[in-house]
């Protein structure tokens, strides 16, 4: 797919989602994972999603990065795929790694994150205490 430019300008973002739209069979949903960038806000785009209504956009929450959930998805492969297997050509690798993937997809459930609220804004603040004293 195309690269959204570094300016990451709403025209740049709509040829983006033309090129899934050409590229998604057109009897699919397609569901998009996007940080906070706020050129979705832009009226040519959400005139174009009103106009794609098979597109659905997700946003991952304020002040967290769309990589920790990456990472989160990349761990689970890792110890539930990798780790305990042993491939002896790319071939193995790719076909543990393609039925692992097919196997999660099919039994996808969102994360369950083990702390409270409260717990996270207070590892919030005590990071913010430590990271403000002069030696930053």
Do not use: M
Request: glycine share 4%; hydrophobic share 40%.
């Amino acid at each position: 797919l195309s690269a959204v430019s570094a300016q990451h300008t709403a025209r740049d973002f709509i040829g983006f989602l033309a090129e899934i739209d050409r590229q998604v069979e057109p009897n699919l949903a397609i569901h998009l994972i996007c940080d906070n960038l706020s050129v979705h806000k832009a009226p040519t785009v959400r005139r174009w999603l009103v106009e794609h209504p098979r597109f659905a956009l997700h946003f991952t929450p304020t002040y967290s990065s769309w990589l920790n959930q990456v990472e989160r998805w990349f761990a689970e492969l890792q110890r539930r795929c990798l780790a305990r297997g042993v491939f002896c050509s790319v071939d193995e690798l790719t076909h543990a790694l393609e039925k692992w993937i097919s196997h999660w997809n099919e039994n996808a459930r969102p994360f369950k994150w083990t702390r409270t609220a409260d717990q996270i804004i207070d590892a919030i603040g005590h990071y913010c205490a430590r990271i403000s004293g002069p030696g930053h």
